[in-house]
């Protein structure tokens, strides 16, 4: 597709699109069931039409951002900024020979984003107001209590959200699968009874030790098992949501990068709700489908980390149950971007009286951290 052939049906042609990544230390040490890090790089956008600049993200490697600016950034130069199914269609006509999931599917989300919130700036609205507003705050549940935290520190990350009016919380399992029920029992003694637990096993188990777990879980009043085994297997996830107690929901869905992944995961009968991410999934457009799909599934959907870029879809996402508001996320989020939000009473409100996602980068801030 050359730019003559380029289409502007109604709206400021897209003038410029650039990506830079920054690679954050994390505070302490962190790990779950399969992987553990000590750092985290986010993947900016930014795009312009007629004076305003969009801005949306991706967690993903420095590759992501070398894409964009390489190839990504070229394929929506010049289209209709109003148009953003058009400009996602533009993309992923790039990449095909490249394979869609993966650093892809990130790469197109992060401009995916970028594009939602230049288009909302452009016609000056929330951008949950243009996606259609279905409710105004969205629940939120912590998410943390990583494998390489001291039992102290667990109880102490998870204790302070739920004394903060946060009623979920979440914690990683299955890196020492021999010390994962008392250090569940450690956290519901810390958070009490009257607040929900939930368990993230990042498919460190076998089927066998997902259902003994499954079973030693709802014991301690745990009320949400994700990724019990892996979420490639579909067979496995469908027996363990199958075999478990009724009060424990089994979830998975975060490394879903297109709406194909979705609809086989919901077509396997895999999961009690399905998770998505906005900066993998092919961005806000991708969430959305996803939200779609849940529907016609008559199933749940919350979404995966991130947490800055979903408040507003969550809002306007009908089937959705809540938002995982991630420690890691959450700290860089309010250290780089003027109006990340704070819950309040265990929910995030956006605010309506900013355009588009609502947030500003703080460059000044970020140079330190610039790959
Ligand atoms: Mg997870």
């Not at 399969?34 to 007629?50: I, P, R, Y």
């Not at 990350?157 to 399992?173: C, E, P, Y």
């Not at 607040?195 to 499954?214: C, H, I, P, T």
């Not at 979420?231 to 469908?238: A, F, I, N, P």
């Amino acid at each position: 597709m050359d730019r003559s052939s380029r289409i502007n049906f109604n709206g400021p042609p897209i003038s410029g699109v650039r990506s830079s990544a920054y690679c954050i230390p994390t505070a302490t040490p962190e790990a779950d069931g399969t992987l553990a890090w000590t750092s985290t790089t986010l993947v900016l956008v930014e795009a312009d039409a007629d004076g305003k600049t969009g801005i949306g993200f991706s967690y993903a490697d420095t590759a992501t951002a070398k894409l964009i600016n390489d190839s990504l950034a070229e394929a929506v130069a010049g289209c209709d900024a109003l148009a953003v199914g058009y400009c996602r269609q533009a993309m992923i006509a790039r990449i095909r020979n490249l394979g869609r999931p993966g650093i892809c599917s990130m790469a197109i989300s992060a401009v995916d984003n970028a594009l939602w919130d230049l288009k909302a700036k452009l016609l000056d609205l929330p951008l949950v107001s243009l996606l259609g507003q279905v409710r105004t705050r969205v629940p939120v549940y912590g998410s943390g209590g990583f494998t390489c935290y001291s039992v102290e520190a667990l109880q102490e990350q998870l204790a302070d959200w739920t004394g903060s009016g946060i009623t979920r919380v979440k914690m990683k399992v299955g890196s020492e699968p021999g010390h994962d029920v008392s250090r569940v029992a450690a956290a519901r003694d810390a958070i009490g009874l009257n607040n929900e637990l939930f368990v993230d096993a990042n498919g460190a188990y076998s089927r066998k030790q997902a259902l003994a777990m499954a079973q030693a879980f709802a014991d301690a009043g745990v009320s949400w098992f994700e990724e019990p085994v892996s979420s490639d297997d579909l067979e496995g996830l469908r027996l363990i949501r199958d075999s478990a107690p009724p009060g424990i929901d089994i979830s998975a869905g975060e490394y879903g990068y297109d709406s194909f992944y979705f609809r086989r995961m919901l077509q396997a009968g895999a999961v009690d709700v399905l998770q998505a991410d906005a900066t993998r999934c092919a961005g806000i457009t991708g969430f959305m489908q996803a939200a779609v799909l849940c529907q016609a599934f008559n199933l749940p959907l919350s979404s995966h980390c991130a947490p800055s870029i979903h408040v507003h879809p969550c809002c306007a996402a009908q089937p959705l149950r809540h938002l995982e508001y991630f420690y890691d996320h959450v700290r860089i989020e309010k250290m780089l971007f003027d109006g990340a939000l704070e819950p309040v009473n265990g929910e995030l409100i956006p605010d309506l009286s900013r355009p588009g996602l609502g947030l500003e980068f703080k460059h000044a801030d970020a140079v330190r951290y610039a790959v």
